[in-house]
């Protein structure tokens, strides 16, 4: 947003502030319910290694990445992405990068959630994990191409498919006894 602004040398108006203001709010008040979760994430290049920064941003654990799409600069990107991190990212591009590699490595670790196309439905019936769908193709449900993924707006939208998901699976699995009606 900063290198937009600067290039067009204008400033960047309220109502982007105001989402800004409105997503942090977000992050600082549900921060315990994202912290510490473990995400495999599949897709194109551009949106998984935004993905993998923004896990890392809500601090969550971007444990497994994979795209299919081949390109050399997707090792040095995940590499600069994930240096300094206190754990584990395994990751893959390229041909040999599908989802069968991705379900071998979530049967031998699983993770909290997944997030990705409607291929990775598949591991998420299989291994009982949470999905969020996001990128392409989304086939099996409807009206993804309205609502924004990208942006401060975007970002919101994430964080409550995320958030929704986690909470959901957090009350399905709570004994009777702990499941509450408020957060």
């Known amino acids: 947003m900063d290198a937009l602004r600067k290039m067009a040398g204008v400033t ?3 109502s982007v502030n105001f989402e800004r203001g409105q997503v942090v709010d977000i992050l600082s008040d549900y921060s315990q319910y994202f912290y510490g979760k473990k995400v495999a994430l599949a897709g194109d290049p551009d949106q998984v290694l935004a993905l993998v920064e923004f896990c890392i941003t809500l601090g969550m654990i971007p444990a497994y990445v994979v795209s299919g799409t081949a ?8 590499a600069a992405l994930v240096k300094g991190v206190p754990y584990e990212c395994k990751y893959k591009n390229g041909e040999r990068a599908d989802m069968y590699l991705l379900h071998q490595w979530i049967k031998n670790e699983p993770v909290d959630l997944l997030i990705g196309n409607t291929y ?6 299989d291994e009982d994990i949470p999905l969020v769908r996001h990128g392409f193709p989304i086939l099996d ?5 309205y609502f924004p993924t990208v942006g401060y707006t975007g970002a919101m939208r994430l964080m409550e498919q995320i958030l929704s998901a986690l909470m959901d699976r957090q009350d399905r699995d709570a004994p009777e006894t702990r499941v509450e009606l408020q957060m």
């Open 71 to 78: 390109g050399k600069d997707f090792d040095d990107r995940m």
């Open 141 to 145: 449900r409807v009206g993804h191409q």
């Open 120 to 125: 990775l439905k598949y591991i998420a019936r």
């Open 12 to 14: 960047v108006p309220e």
